[in-house]
């Protein structure tokens, strides 16, 4: 299982650097002679999909491989993100790790134990 995910991250990576390679570089390298908006929409899809790339090799190959050789056995890494109809939902379901920390070490210490936003800067 842990090699699987390995090889499939080096995947990722090659591809996420063939994007780069063949799309998001030459647009780079010629904007100058290029109106701005015209180079975003140009770099829009490559970015995208570089995104969309890196999110799972971060969420599900990676962290799964850890989760594996730690015997981690919650391996809830992210919910259903693409189903959100808000930011804040969305911001909730795309990375659960970061929600359940900010969530019982940030945000239950303001509320709960009435502490000032101050505190924290």
């Known amino acids: 299982y842990v090699?699987?995910?390995f090889i499939?991250?080096?995947g990722i990576m090659?591809?996420?650097?063939?994007?780069?390679e063949?799309?998001?570089?030459?647009?780079?390298q010629s904007s100058n002679d290029k109106p701005f908006v015209e180079c975003v929409i140009k770099l829009y899809f490559p970015f995208f999909c570089i995104f969309i790339l890196g999110?799972?090799?971060v969420f599900d190959c990676i962290l799964n491989a850890s989760a594996e050789l730690t015997c981690f056995a919650d391996r809830q890494f992210y919910s259903d993100?693409?189903?959100a109809t808000s930011f804040m939902e969305f911001s909730r379901k795309w990375n659960v790790p970061v929600?359940?920390?900010l969530l019982r070490h940030i945000y239950l210490g303001v509320f709960v134990k009435n502490m000032k936003c101050s505190t924290f800067m």
């Open 22 to 28: 063949s799309t998001i570089i030459p647009v780079l």
């Open 81 to 83: 993100w693409w189903n």
């Open 99 to 101: 929600h359940e920390y």
């Open 14 to 20: 090659v591809c996420m650097y063939l994007i780069a």
């Open 8 to 10: 499939m991250s080096v």
């Open 55 to 57: 999110f799972f090799l």
């Open 3 to 5: 090699l699987e995910k």
